[in-house]
């Protein structure tokens, strides 16, 4: 039987001024999966994927790695099982060099500094960054920030790799960088997008969002198609 990494029945999650964000969401990722997320801004994409690693927490039954964020004692573990990949990589980039940068998360949970450097070097390599690893974060192009972030994830050994919207900013060599990159990587992935031609080419599976929701789900093709969704505008 394929093990499900991620199980949420009837998710709902509301904001402070009543604005429904999630209106019953059922979703599963198993061990291996691509899942790309699509639908318009709004629709509930990244407020679902902040469940994913508990900054949020609605209601509805979630497992994370067979883990409920409703204990706390589980939130910790969660959020190293489950690696953040944000939109805006300059969030996650705030170290004086990108080495030190990659090596942070482990060092602060306990790794050895030599061995946290030397795994940080590794990811830099396998990532492409080889030779940027004391470069300052800012001085990276769009593309080697993405790379860079990812890298700093990777470093905490998730075994779910979640991104919001990856190719923002990135021109088409940067964008063939990185789907390279995600193939090459064998944990399971949410990744929402609005980019259709990346979706085909890294993801397994699409789920539709609309108003909350998941309302379709099925390969990445059929799901763009049926929606005729175009990055930008959809109809039914």
Not at 8 to 36: K, M, N, P, W
């Amino acid at each position: 039987m394929t093990e499900k990494l991620i199980d949420i029945g009837g998710l709902r999650y509301s904001y402070e001024d009543g604005t429904v964000a999630l209106a019953g969401v059922d979703f599963t990722l198993v061990r291996g999966e691509t899942v790309i997320l699509f639908g318009a801004n709004g629709s509930g994409k990244t407020t679902f994927l902040l469940h994913l690693n508990a900054l949020l927490r609605g209601q509805g039954d979630v497992r994370i790695c067979g883990l409920s964020p409703e204990q706390a004692t589980n939130v910790r573990e969660i959020r190293r099982k489950v690696g953040m990949v944000f939109q805006d990589a300059d969030e996650q980039l705030f170290m004086p060099t990108v080495l030190e940068d990659i090596a942070f998360a482990p060092i602060n949970q306990g790794t050895p500094s030599d061995r946290a450097l030397e795994e940080a070097r590794g990811l830099l390599a396998q990532v492409g960054l080889q030779g940027r690893e004391q470069r300052v974060p800012y001085h990276l192009s769009s593309g080697e920030k993405r790379r860079a972030a990812i890298a700093g994830v990777l470093a905490m050994r998730p075994e779910i790799l979640v991104l919001d919207e990856p190719t923002t900013f990135l021109d088409p060599p940067g964008q063939k960088v990185l789907i390279d990159l995600l193939n090459s990587l064998s944990l399971a992935k949410v990744i929402a997008t609005h980019d259709v031609g990346f979706a085909e080419r890294v993801g397994s599976r699409a789920v539709f969002f609309e108003q909350g929701a998941i309302v379709c789900s099925g390969p990445v093709a059929e799901v763009a198609r049926r929606y005729h969704w175009n990055g930008a505008a959809y109809r039914t």
